[in-house]
T-cell receptor, first 113, second 113 residues
Framework: GQQLNQSPQSMFIQEGEDVSMNCTSS?????WLWYKQDPGEGPVLLIALYKAGELTSNGRLTAQFGITRKDSFLNISASIPSDVGIYFCAGLYSGGGADGLTFGKGTHLIIQP | NAGVTQTPKFRILKIGQSMTLQCTQDMNHNYMYWYRQDPGMGLKLIYY???????DKGEVPNGYNVSRSTTEDFPLRLELAAPSQTSVYFCASSYSRARETQYFGPGTRLLVL
């Protein structure tokens, strides 16, 4: 199946710092999604990207859909304590096969006050 | 709207027992999905459904069965529970496939001993 490599696995940062994480794929996707998961909860959608090259912001979050359609990145500016959690990238290829999302393994974000 | 709801929240099973994980959505979504999330990993697709009466296998379907008799409900059945099925199970739904994002339930934590 399709593989997503998400990095870094974890990040320990100070409050107020900017954060950057990315995902790369061995195959192309038509849609890239970024989710955040808090402990004991399901993933919650942060940003959806539908077009190669697309750059989308949601408050302090910015994500881009790579030109090659095989990568995406997520930036968080001026991190705050409630940003703590696990961030997942997910890709969707709508050209056939299983219709579910392919997920990366997640980036654990830990913020030190 | 309640969104996607799942029951139970937590369950302990003995090897060989069976159970049904319930999932209901009230958003009139056509697509529904079941994922499992193992510790430190991303979510993997078990089964999905594109509408009432239609289901298909995802990446890891072995040991599971599903049915979709109504638009709202998408139960997941484990017939002979095995320790390898210890995981957190998430149900998700979306209105369509290619451009619509998936909304996740809070998860069911299953422990098989």
């Amino acid at each position: 199946g399709q593989q997503l490599n998400q990095s870094p696995q974890s990040m320990f940062i100070q409050e107020g710092e900017d954060v950057s994480m990315n995902c790369t794929s061995s195959s192309i996707f038509n849609t890239w999604l970024w989710y955040k998961q808090d402990p004991g909860e399901g993933p919650v959608l942060l940003i959806a990207l539908y077009k190669a090259g697309e750059l989308t912001s949601n408050g302090r979050l910015t994500a881009q859909f790579g030109i090659t359609r095989k990568d995406s990145f997520l930036n968080i500016s001026a991190s705050i304590p409630s940003d703590v959690g696990i961030y997942f990238c997910a890709g969707l290829y709508s050209g056939g096969g299983a219709d579910g999302l392919t997920f990366g393994k997640g980036t654990h974000l830990i913020i030190q006050p | 709207n309640a969104g996607v709801t799942q029951t139970p929240k937590f369950r302990i099973l003995k090897i060989g027992q069976s159970m049904t994980l319930q999932c209901t959505q009230d958003m009139n979504h056509n697509y529904m999905y079941w994922y499992r999330q193992d510790p430190g990993m991303g979510l993997k697709l078990i089964y999905y459904s594109v509408g009432a009466g239609i289901t298909d296998k995802g990446e890891v379907p072995n040991g599971y069965n599903v049915s979709r008799s109504t638009t709202e409900d998408f139960p997941l059945r484990l017939e002979l529970a095995a320790p390898s099925q210890t995981s957190v199970y998430f149900c998700a739904s979306s209105y369509s496939r290619a451009r619509e994002t998936q909304y996740f339930g809070p998860g069911t934590r299953l422990l098989v001993l």
